[in-house]
């Protein structure tokens, strides 16, 4: 929807309510527009998670509104002087004292066009139960029930008149967190479910303002929170309504009003690449206020959806000072066996991943990715239930490609060398679905909830890393420090990128070690700037991740800006998903450890920095596969690779191979003797022949292959 707004337009009209009301008239060609922007609403990303869960917004404000069914397409303006711009229709529902409304021509009197704002805003307010009764309102606390397939608990809300928002939800007695929101330093804070406090940003920050604003009645009573309604008149069936409520810096929510009682059926927001809505009923009268006591959230699946019932209302309860301040941390969760750091701990790098030998729960050694992209710390479903681990959820969460399941847990110990981590409480996914695409088993993956612990320094070269304790870390090395931001539990850099034949365009990237590429651009970023037109030559590669498969087309960008540091000619992935985070406007992209692996690195979370200092690989050149094929182990002994793609004009398909071929063995040698990381790092090298040995259809083919540069 565009929003029209003259040069020469002073203060919006507000009225009774102290709200913008606009209507929108669809010839935009005669209109000056500018598009609002859609957010996701974000808690829980592994890797590139986004998990859905919404707070309950106290909805008895919305009451009733005087809607306007449009006649044709024209649709009424009133602009911020109270001036209607074109025509307004008639209007629909019992009680209107003006049945219908003749063209307002440019010369009426502004006296009457402010009338006619004045006449609906107050209709609004007085079916509410008045501005006086509203006013009175100046808290509010309420007490919930949670339910979501096998998931219980309570949310409990405090809203207060100023703009101030604070919830604790509590789920199963495992999930335990504390979100509060103050207008008045535009600030608000998330202590997650490990106790560990931060600033909410971003899209998170965005949220907060929105659930601040609609339980203070904002968008109703003057002198509160600034926001724009809009009215978009019926929806298809001209059942309802469609009011269009837009905070000041948060994000915009759309009603569904029922024309005969003006309550609102339900509401929509963006949420990822889908729809959030959610639905109202069980109406009540409360000292002369109406009160939904049942909402229904959804996100299409039924089996998802979350039912949350209204257990206790209380207007105007004392409130402390501390209520809507900043959360206080619980108390450390993580050892060091002596003094304050653990170092040269080891790691091993395959296919571009870090992985580290973590003991969970005093058990034996498994095998866990370390991932700055992972929003918390999980484990695998197996790993999980070969330990016999109690699980709450499953939940329906959104990851790069698409949606899957998770569940939470608890861990009583994580522990390295030297360091420990207690009392954990984490997500549990199936991970085993990645096998084929990394070649091997992943029991766990290390996220947020661990690198917000420590100082976290990863040498490429000596392939270790060392812990330290924040509050004493200092670092006086050569390394570019470069600032960064954490939202939703996950580092974000501004930076920039220089395509072939195009200006330099800044973007905010995901700084993701669970990234076995080099750089990702994604969907909206990569079409706004017609990036392909301006790349000489991709090809099509699926992109992996959880909850499935995305498409990209593989190619080159001409620079990569780091601060001072230049990276020439990287390879990058442009997105062409419609679905998952690759496909989100919220970031632009993501710089995985293609690119991190050739500095020593160190992450910083407490001071918001990330520090790079090039090492001996850093002017090695980016390469990409030179074979056309695109290959998978076969789990659990990975005992041949299969062909999953073949490209057209590709040194694969001029040799023969085909989707659905098994490589059993490379230049003589058994393929379960090479890890599926070993020969795609064999294949990328420019002019290099290789003897195949090919099952297809019971026959073993002998295929040669010689490889070179496609991009």
């Given at each position: 929807?565009?929003?029209?707004?003259?040069?020469?337009?002073?203060?919006?009209?507000?009225?009774?309510?102290?709200?913008?009301?606009?209507?929108?008239?669809?010839?935009?060609?005669?209109?000056?527009?500018s598009?609002?922007?859609?957010?996701?609403?974000?808690?829980?990303?592994?890797?590139?998670?986004?998990?859905?869960?919404?707070?309950?917004?106290?909805?008895?404000?919305?009451?009733?509104i005087?809607?306007?069914?449009?006649?044709?397409?024209?649709k009424r303006?009133?602009?911020?002087?109270?001036?209607?711009?074109?025509?307004?229709?008639?209007?629909?529902?019992?009680?209107?004292?003006?049945?219908?409304?003749?063209?307002?021509?440019?010369?009426?009197?502004?006296?009457?066009?402010?009338?006619?704002?004045?006449?609906?805003?107050?209709?609004?307010?007085?079916?509410?139960?008045?501005?006086?009764?509203?006013?009175?309102?100046?808290?509010?606390?309420?007490?919930?029930?949670?339910?979501s397939?096998?998931?219980?608990?309570?949310?409990?809300?405090w809203?207060?008149?100023?703009g101030?928002?604070?919830?604790?939800?509590?789920?199963?007695?495992?999930?335990?967190?504390?979100?509060?929101?103050?207008?008045?330093?535009?600030?608000?804070?998330?202590?997650?479910?490990?106790?560990r406090?931060?600033?909410?940003?971003?899209?998170?920050?965005?949220?907060?303002?929105?659930?601040?604003?609609?339980?203070?009645?904002?968008?109703?009573?003057?002198?509160?929170?600034?926001?724009?309604?809009?009215?978009?008149?019926?929806?298809?069936t001209?059942?309802?309504?469609?009011?269009?409520?837009?905070?000041?810096?948060?994000?915009?929510?759309?009603?569904?009003?029922?024309?005969?009682?003006?309550?609102?059926?339900?509401?929509?927001?963006?949420s990822?690449?889908?729809?959030?809505?959610?639905?109202?009923?069980?109406?009540?009268?409360v000292?002369?206020?109406?009160?939904?006591?049942?909402?229904?959230?959804?996100?299409?699946?039924?089996?998802?959806?979350?039912?949350?019932?209204?257990?206790?209302?209380?207007?105007?309860?004392?409130?402390?000072?501390?209520?809507?301040?900043?959360?206080?941390?619980?108390?450390?969760?993580?050892?060091?066996?002596?003094?304050?750091?653990?170092?040269?701990?080891?790691?091993?790098?395959?296919?571009?991943?870090?992985?580290?030998?973590?003991?969970?729960?005093?058990?034996?050694?498994?095998?866990?990715?370390?991932?700055?992209?992972?929003?918390?710390?999980?484990?695998?479903?197996?790993?999980?239930?070969?330990?016999?681990?109690?699980?709450?959820?499953?939940?329906?969460?959104?990851?790069?490609?698409?949606?899957?399941?998770?569940?939470?847990?608890?861990?009583?110990?994580?522990?390295?060398?030297?360091?420990?981590?207690?009392?954990?409480?984490?997500?549990?996914?199936?991970?085993?679905?990645?096998?084929?695409?990394?070649?091997?088993?992943?029991?766990?993956?290390?996220?947020?909830?661990?690198?917000?612990?420590?100082?976290?320094?990863?040498?490429?070269?000596?392939?270790?890393?060392?812990?330290?304790?924040?509050?004493?870390?200092?670092?006086?090395?050569?390394?570019?420090?470069?600032?960064?931001?954490?939202?939703?539990?996950?580092?974000?850099?501004?930076?920039?990128?220089?395509?072939?034949?195009?200006?330099?365009?800044?973007?905010?990237?995901?700084?993701?070690?669970g990234?076995?590429?080099?750089?990702?651009?994604?969907?909206?970023?990569?079409?706004?700037?017609?990036?392909?037109?301006?790349?000489s030559?991709?090809?099509?590669?699926?992109?992996?991740?959880?909850?499935?498969?995305a498409?990209?087309?593989?190619?080159?960008i001409?620079?990569?800006?780091?601060?001072?540091?230049?990276?020439?000619?990287?390879?990058?992935?442009?997105?062409?998903?419609?679905q998952?985070?690759?496909?989100?406007?919220?970031?632009?992209?993501?710089?995985?450890?293609?690119?991190l692996?050739?500095?020593?690195?160190?992450?910083?979370?407490?001071?918001?920095?990330?520090?790079?200092?090039?090492?001996?690989?850093?002017?090695?050149?980016?390469?990409y596969?030179m074979?056309?094929?695109i290959?998978?182990?076969?789990?659990?002994?990975?005992?041949?690779?299969?062909?999953?793609?073949?490209?057209?004009?590709?040194?694969?398909?001029?040799?023969?191979?085909?989707?659905?071929?098994?490589?059993?063995?490379?230049?003589?040698?058994?393929?379960?003797?090479?890890?599926?990381g070993?020969?795609?790092?064999?294949?990328?090298?420019?002019?290099?022949?290789?003897?195949?040995?090919?099952?297809?259809?019971?026959?073993?083919?002998?295929?040669?292959?010689?490889?070179?540069?496609?991009?």
């Open positions: 929807m565009v929003r029209y707004r003259q040069p020469y337009e002073p203060e919006p009209y507000r009225g009774a309510t102290g709200v913008e009301l606009c209507s929108y008239y669809d010839s935009s060609h005669r209109w000056r527009a598009l609002e922007s859609v957010r996701q609403i974000t808690l829980g990303r592994v890797p590139l998670i986004r998990c859905f869960c919404i707070p309950y917004v106290l909805i008895f404000i919305f009451v009733s005087v809607g306007a069914r449009p006649s044709g397409q024209s303006t009133v602009d911020a002087a109270g001036t209607a711009r074109e025509y307004a229709p008639s209007l629909e529902g019992p009680g209107n004292q003006v049945k219908s409304l003749r063209t307002v021509s440019r010369k009426q009197s502004e006296k009457q066009k402010r009338f006619l704002a004045k006449q609906i805003l107050n209709r609004w307010v007085n079916a509410v139960g008045g501005l006086d009764r509203l006013r009175q309102v100046k808290a509010v606390y309420t007490l919930s029930g949670f339910e397939g096998s998931v219980t608990g309570t949310v409990e809300e809203g207060a008149s100023p101030q928002h604070r919830e604790h939800r509590n789920l199963g007695g495992v999930y335990d967190t504390l979100k509060v929101f103050d207008s008045g330093q535009n600030m608000g804070w998330l202590r997650d479910q490990n106790g406090v931060q600033e909410l940003r971003g899209v998170d920050l965005e949220d907060e303002v929105t659930v601040a604003y609609l339980s203070s009645f904002s968008y109703l009573i003057p002198d509160r929170m600034s926001g724009v309604v809009e009215f978009l008149g019926s929806d298809k001209r059942k309802y309504y469609l009011l269009k409520v837009s905070p000041h810096s948060g994000r915009p929510v759309t009603f569904y009003l029922e024309k005969k009682t003006y309550l609102p059926a339900r509401q929509e927001r963006q990822g690449d889908g729809t959030l809505t959610t639905y109202y009923s069980d109406w009540r009268d000292h002369g206020l109406k009160i939904s006591f049942q909402q229904r959230q959804s996100t299409g699946d039924p089996k998802y959806d979350a039912i949350l019932k209204l257990q206790q209302l209380r207007f105007d309860i004392p409130l402390e000072q501390t209520t809507f301040g900043k959360p206080a941390e619980w108390p450390r969760d993580f050892e060091f066996v002596s003094g304050t750091e653990a170092r040269e701990i080891p790691f091993e790098i395959y296919n571009n991943h870090v992985y580290l030998q973590i003991q969970m729960n005093g058990g034996k050694s498994l095998r866990f990715l370390l991932d700055t992209g992972a929003e918390i710390t999980v484990v695998d479903q197996a790993t999980a239930e070969a330990q016999k681990l109690a699980l709450l959820g499953p939940v329906e969460v959104t990851g790069a490609a698409g949606s899957t399941e998770l569940a939470w847990t608890k861990i009583q110990s994580f522990k390295l060398p030297g360091v420990s981590l207690n009392n954990q409480v984490v997500g549990v996914i199936a991970l085993d679905g990645l096998e084929p695409l990394t070649g091997r088993r992943i029991d766990g993956i290390l996220g947020y909830d661990f690198f917000s612990r420590f100082v976290v320094e990863i040498n490429y070269v000596k392939l270790v890393i060392n812990l330290y304790d924040p509050s004493s870390y200092k670092y006086d090395g050569p390394g570019e420090s470069l600032p960064i931001t954490l939202e939703g539990s996950v580092p974000y850099l501004r930076t920039t990128i220089v395509q072939m034949g195009n200006k330099p365009i800044e973007g905010k990237f995901n700084i993701d070690t990234s076995s590429g080099s750089l990702t651009l994604n969907t909206p970023f990569v079409n706004s700037h017609r990036l392909l037109k301006f790349t030559k991709t090809v099509p590669v699926p992109l992996a991740g959880v909850g499935g498969t498409e990209q087309h593989i190619g080159r001409g620079e990569l800006r780091l601060g001072r540091l230049s990276i020439k000619n990287p390879i990058a992935g442009f997105s062409q998903s419609a998952g985070d690759f496909a989100s406007r919220n970031f632009d992209g993501v710089i995985g450890n293609e690119v692996r050739r500095f020593d690195t160190v992450v910083d979370y407490s001071r918001q920095r990330l520090i790079l200092s090039p090492n001996i690989y850093f002017d090695a050149p980016y390469e596969d074979s056309g094929a290959l998978t182990a076969e789990p659990p002994n990975f005992p041949a690779f299969a062909v999953r793609r073949v490209f057209s004009d590709s040194p694969a398909a001029e040799a023969g191979l085909r989707v659905g071929d098994r490589i059993m063995a490379i230049d003589g040698q058994p393929a379960s003797r090479y890890a599926l070993e020969v795609r790092q064999m294949f990328r090298e420019d002019g290099r022949e290789y003897a195949l040995s090919v099952s297809r259809g019971g026959q073993v083919l002998d295929i040669k292959i010689k490889l070179r540069r496609l991009i």
